[in-house]
């Protein structure tokens, strides 16, 4: 099908973001169950909760637009998990952690970007009720973002404390 409408676009890059979300929450509780850090554990377990209410959100947002939120596999997403599920096989165990949050950090900010495209456009559209509800969704990403660069960042320095010094 040719895109040929600026709410067609919104729509497909609407279904994009829910493909996305849809194989976080497939890959988040697999990633949450390799990591050891606890205080990375919790964090990650509360954005997959609130993953959820993004989904919900999403979904109301095609019911207000009377369309499915159905549509093509986010291949984005689908690069940035694969890549994430690859490095953990290869990583050493003592670094997996810090392996976590630099794929985490790449899917959140992946979702920053299409969720502020879709604010854009729900904005020029029009579409108030459904550039708050995005908005709400990139706040909740954002915020997530910096959690886990907060994350990576107390694992660098305790991963520093046990290097041997040269």
């Known amino acids: 099908m040719t895109i040929t409408t600026p709410q067609e676009l919104f729509l497909h890059e609407l279904q994009d973001a829910y493909s996305a979300e849809q194989q976080i929450l497939k890959a988040l509780p697999k990633v949450i169950e390799q990591t050891e850090d606890e205080e990375l554990k919790e964090s990650l377990a509360a954005h997959l909760a609130e993953t959820k209410a993004q989904v919900n959100r999403l979904d109301k ?55 502020s495209n879709l604010i854009a456009m729900a904005q020029a559209l029009d579409y108030s009720d459904e550039a708050m509800y995005l908005q709400e969704t990139l706040d909740e990403e954002v915020e997530a973002g910096k959690n886990v660069m907060e994350a990576a960042e107390r694992l660098l320095e305790a991963i520093d404390m046990q290097m041997p010094q040269s």
Do not use: H, W
């Not at 947002?61 to 499915?68: A, Q």
């Not at 939120?69 to 096989?89: D, F, N, R, V, Y």
């Open 61 to 115: 947002l095609f019911e207000t637009l009377n369309e499915k939120p159905s549509g093509e596999t986010c291949m984005g997403m689908q690069g940035i998990i694969a890549e994430g599920e690859k490095g953990l096989k290869e990583v050493a165990p003592a670094l997996r952690d810090l392996a976590i949050t630099g794929s985490a950090a790449r899917i959140e900010y992946y979702e920053q970007v299409a969720y």
